[in-house]
């Protein structure tokens, strides 16, 4: 069963627009969200995370916006750019992090 | 301020052979996992050391994989008698972190791309 769910395999925005990508989670023992983005042949990369104390955290143009109630978070990415294309990864753990579970990702392209 | 690393990078090897990875994390962490991931997935837990001490390990861990980090610094792990079902890239990742409450993002590697013919 998978316990972090990201239901739209592939996501198309324009330059200059809004990208919002979606995550669902299942286990209500997760306590910490993460977001990575991946290029092809690179391991994931970092870009934000939220703990669920709070409902928003905002980086630069990334934020992540947690719906405990909904067991829903969602990444925006405002202006996309189009080297903001590539794959992006919802992650999940609980209060210890000792195990994280990660999406199956959603392949983000910004077109010029 | 070096990256996690990952040696070799790629490894393709027969069926029944035994391989083994190495993972360098960043120096001042003391939490390092190894994943699995496979095309189109995103990364599968295997298994977590705290410092020198494996604390978690996930039910994808068969027999045939063990996992060391000897002194808590640098890892390997290895796969015995490999089959074709092992073919993946295997990613390490480092963090920092002590207990409860304490989350720190992880930062990976870029992957050991093991191949099984």
């Known amino acids: 069963d998978q316990q972090v769910k990201q239901n739209s395999p592939s996501l198309s925005v324009q330059e200059g627009r809004i990208s919002i990508l979606n995550c669902d989670y299942t286990?209500?023992?997760?306590?910490?969200f993460l977001w990575y983005k991946k290029y092809p042949a690179e391991g994931p990369t970092f870009l934000i995370s939220i703990s669920s104390i709070k409902d928003k955290n905002e980086d630069g143009r990334f934020t992540v916006f947690l719906n405990k109630s909904a067991k829903h978070l969602s990444l925006h990415i405002v202006p996309s750019q189009p080297g903001d294309s590539a794959v992006y990864f919802c992650?999940?753990?609980?209060?210890?992090?000792?195990?994280?579970?990660f999406g199956p990702g959603t392949r983000l392209s910004v077109l010029p | 301020d070096t990256g996690v690393s990952q040696d070799p990078r790629h490894k393709i090897t027969k069926r029944g052979q035994n391989v083994t990875f190495r993972c360098d994390p960043i120096?001042?962490?003391?939490?390092l996992y190894w994943y699995r991931q496979t095309l189109g997935q995103g990364p599968e837990f295997l298994t977590y050391?705290?410092?020198?001490?494996?604390?978690?390990k996930s039910r994808l861990l068969s027999d045939r994989f063990s996992a060391e980090r000897p002194k808590g610094s640098f890892s390997t792990l290895e796969i015995q008698r490999t089959e074709q079902g092992d073919s993946a890239m295997y990613l390490c990742?480092?963090?920092?972190?002590?207990?409860?409450?304490?989350?720190?993002?992880?930062?990976f590697g870029d992957g050991t791309r093991l191949s099984i013919l």
């Open positions: 992650a999940a753990s609980d209060n210890y992090g000792q195990n994280f579970v």
């Open positions: 050391f705290q410092n020198e001490a494996q604390l978690e």
């Open positions: 990742a480092s963090s920092s972190g002590q207990g409860a409450g304490y989350n720190q993002p992880q930062h």
């Open positions: 120096s001042e962490h003391n939490r």
């Open positions: 286990n209500s023992m997760f306590d910490y």
